[in-house]
């Protein structure tokens, strides 16, 4: 299958997979609960499985998004061929393994071939694959693999730096602790020279 339908392919089935569920999140919510040993009638708690599906549902509201959509809206025909920088993205998700958030800022470069995007969408393609259950390492590859796909350019460079709750709450517990995942595509793989003048304007 074709890179582009890859991604239409997996939006689809994200959303219809979350449109056709009929999981009571609340109930489950009460369930969890009950079992840390809590009343889930007193007043206090009274309301929060409701918040607290509602708060899922916005914080994986990325499965029901097409990036491929949102990009493709935003795509122009531009001879410009130097380095694009969106620096500073703020993203939120939650780790797949704990469902803990984990938070940071991410960096999103490419190099045109024909073609520029625009800048708000980077940043919101930043925003959908963020709002899915991740790993840090896979999010920058969905980012970069999606520009790559569609703009079709040069380069691509994604570097994204974040703390990981489940390292600072939980397990270790080491806080100010922070990960920074990279993926390179075209000259930011292959060249040194691009590749260094993206970290030292992305502040690495």
């Known amino acids: 299958m074709p890179p582009i339908e890859h991604h239409v392919e997996v939006a689809r089935a994200y959303s219809e997979a979350r449109q056709t569920t009929d999981i009571d999140m609340a109930t489950h ?8 040993g809590e009343d889930p009638n007193r007043e206090g708690l009274l309301r929060t499985p409701g918040r607290v599906a509602t708060a899922l549902q916005f914080l994986t509201a990325g499965y029901e998004a097409d990036p491929v959509a949102v990009l493709n809206e935003a795509i122009f025909s531009d001879a410009y061929n130097e380095m694009v920088i969106v620096k500073d993205i703020d993203f939120f998700s939650l780790c797949e393994h704990h469902m803990l958030p984990f938070f940071g800022r991410c960096h999103v470069a490419y190099i045109p071939n024909g073609k520029i995007v ?7 393609m930043v925003e959908i ?10 999010l920058a590859t969905q980012i970069a693999n999606l520009v790559d796909d569609l703009l079709q350019p040069k380069g691509v460079g994604v570097i994204m730096d974040a703390t990981h709750l489940c390292m600072v709450m939980r397990g270790v517990q080491k806080p100010g602790s922070t990960t920074v995942t990279s993926c390179m595509l075209g000259e930011f793989h292959d060249e040194e020279t691009t590749r260094a003048e993206f970290l030292r304007l992305a502040g690495y």
Do not use: C, M, P
Request: no cysteine.
């Open 29 to 36: 919510v009460r369930a969890l609960l009950e079992g840390i």
């Open 118 to 124: 625009g800048l708000s969408k980077l940043a919101r």
């Open 129 to 138: 694959y963020s709002r899915r259950l991740q790993v840090q390492e896979r």
